[in-house]
């Protein structure tokens, strides 16, 4: 069975465990993503979750994937450069710290999750849900316009390599 629900305090140690190894997938790709301390941390998780804001992805009993769904205007996005937003709603949630195991690559997870995520979105009552990426991770690049996403432009975080390609979906 595959499905999505909020993350619990009893979670934190395995969405740790897979943010830990998805950065160490992007340094084994050349990717600069989530490298030298920029990347999600326990505290980030933390927060995330008490928030309610983090979402895990559930297959067959375990957590596969791992994901905060913010809310509020995130000031990164604000500076949208080489493009625009589609500003039909006022208010958007953003997809961050989305991860997976290790031992569901290659299986197309990723576009279901993100699916899922818009579904979790829109019941929120959200009908623009935003995201970005490393200009060179391909893989996601790929599961997000599988999900419907489309590019917008790019983003820069005040970090070393924090270009990022934005992407959009905006739904009834």
Known sequence: MLYVRKATLADLAKMEEIIQSATAFLAEQGSPQWQNGYGPNVTDLQLDIQ?????????DGQVVGVSALVTGVDPIYTAITEGTWDETYKEYLSIHRIAF???I???????????LLITV???????????????????????IYASG??????VKFNIPEGERKAYQVVID
């Open 121 to 143: 979105g829109r019941q929120l009552g959200y009908h623009d849900i935003r995201i970005d990426t490393y200009p060179r991770n391909a893989l996601m690049e790929k599961a």
């Open 51 to 59: 928030r309610g804001e983090s979402y895990v992805l559930i297959l």
């Open 149 to 154: 996403f489309t590019y917008q432009g790019m």
């Open 105 to 115: 690559r290659g299986q197309g997870l990723a576009k279901t999750f993100l699916q």
């Open 101 to 103: 195991d290790l031992s």
